[in-house]
């Protein structure tokens, strides 16, 4: 899908250069005398790798269009995560390199939404919060548990994530997926 440099917004995905790029910031510039131009600041969707760019007003750019599905995290095989399709329960091996960050929050069983491109899996988006079980962290001193103090805790996919002083082993957080940081703690139902 073709666009021009208006088009851009935070979140697109462009391809340039026939790799796929997430746009993370666009900023339209126009200095004095010269022609207008965006500043472009792109992260590689495999690699992860950041690119600064600049395109001139009205430069066409190719969208690419993208498909999430549905998918259940079924287990670790090696350097594979396996997941299920919620809809014919086809079973996909995905590489760790395509997982990438999210596997610090991804545990057995959970959902998460496979992204797409020509039917080639680039990107596992998980959910913007998680409930994870805390397996390890240091015991709450009685009297410590009201301030906004933290301490590390590991969680049952293996992430250490700061948590506030009252939080227990066995206890369940609520983590944000995108900056990897505790919300609440979670009451088993």
């Known amino acids: 899908m073709i666009g021009t ?4 917004r935070v979140g697109a995905v462009v391809k ?30 495999t690699t992860g790798r950041l690119l600064e760019n600049k395109f001139l007003s009205g430069t066409p750019i190719e969208f690419a269009r993208l498909e999430r599905r549905p998918h ?3 287990y670790r095989d090696g350097e594979a995560f396996v997941f299920m399709d919620l809809e014919s329960y086809e079973q996909l091996p995905i590489d760790e390199r395509t997982v990438g960050e999210s596997a610090r929050f991804l545990a057995e069983g959970q959902t998460a939404d ?13 959910p913007p919060h998680v409930n994870l079980r805390v397996i390890r962290t240091e015991p709450a001193v009685r009297g410590n548990t009201v301030t906004t103090a933290l301490k590390p805790a590991v969680l049952e996919t293996g ?16 983590i944000d997926t995108r900056t990897g940081e505790y919300v609440e703690r979670v009451k088993e139902a």
């Open 114 to 126: 496979l992204v797409f491109y020509e039917d080639h899996v680039v990107m596992v988006e998980l």
């Open 16 to 45: 340039y250069e026939g790799e796929l790029y997430v746009v993370l910031e666009v900023e339209h510039r126009t200095p004095g005398n010269k022609p207008g131009f965006y500043q472009v600041k792109m992260r590689h969707l």
């Open 5 to 8: 440099t208006s088009d851009l």
């Open 159 to 174: 992430a250490t994530v700061q948590v506030p002083l009252f939080i227990d082993e066995g206890d369940i957080v609520r």
């Open 72 to 74: 259940q995290y079924l």
